[in-house]
């Protein structure tokens, strides 16, 4: 079953502004959540994490924020930029365990 | 590069063939992960290592598959008669066990390709 949802496969933003993305989960117990970014052919980035805790972090030009009665968090990019043009995945975990992810959304920034 | 390596980075082999790949984690990490990754969905958990231990397998790693750490470094994944479905990315990833505030670091991947 799919713990960790993406619902918008794609976003489209043009550059400088803010590209919000956004994950729901189900599981209660997940205490740690994730964002990757994927470039084509490479493998998953660690892009900036949030302990269940905690309602936000912020890591330069990204920030996430947890809502977790919604069970939702969202990954907030400003400005964003061209390089930032990559597939994001969600991900959750309990404890130091392996990672539930979501199916990915692919962020394109337009000149 | 200390970063997680794996290889080969691309295999493609025909249906019924067996295929190993190799991965080796960031070293001083304990913990290596195997996740497959079908096109547009994310990494799926298949089996985790702690040091030479396999310490749970998913439902989605049949019987054609087996994973092994003999030495609680490099770890390798064999999938036996390949089929069609088989056709994925394999993706290693590995961390510090107790370390709850790190993230677990992937490799390229090793996609493979069934005939």
């Known amino acids: 079953d799919q713990q960790v949802k993406q619902n918008s496969p794609s976003l489209s933003v043009q550059e400088g502004r803010i590209s919000i993305l956004n994950c729901d989960y189900t599981?209660?117990?997940?205490?740690?959540f994730l964002w990757y970014k994927k470039y084509p052919a490479e493998g998953p980035t660690f892009l900036i994490s949030?302990?269940?805790?905690?309602d936000k972090n912020e890591d330069g030009r990204f920030t996430v924020f947890l809502n977790k009665s919604a069970k939702h968090l969202s990954l907030h990019i400003v400005p964003s930029q061209p390089g930032d043009s990559a597939v994001y995945f969600c991900a959750a975990r309990i404890y130091d365990y392996k990672l539930s992810f979501g199916a990915g959304t692919t962020v394109t920034v337009r000149a | 590069d200390t970063g997680v390596s794996q290889d080969p980075r691309h295999k493609i082999t025909k249906r019924g063939q067996n295929v190993t790949f190799r991965c080796d984690p960031i070293?001083?990490?304990?913990?290596l992960y195997w996740y497959r990754q079908t096109l547009g969905q994310g990494p799926e958990f298949l089996t985790y290592f702690q040091n030479e231990a396999q310490l749970e397998k998913s439902r989605l790693l049949s019987d054609r598959f087996s994973a092994e750490r003999p030495k609680g470094s490099f770890s390798t994944l064999e999938i036996q008669r390949t089929e069609q479905g088989d056709s994925a990315m394999y993706l290693c990833?590995?961390?510090?066990?107790?370390?709850?505030?790190?993230?677990?670091?992937f490799g390229d991947g090793t996609r493979l390709s069934i005939l």
């Open positions: 599981n209660s117990m997940f205490d740690y």
């Open positions: 949030i302990s269940s805790i905690k």
């Open positions: 990833a590995s961390s510090l066990a107790g370390d709850l505030n790190q993230p677990q670091h």
């Open positions: 070293s001083e990490h304990n913990r």
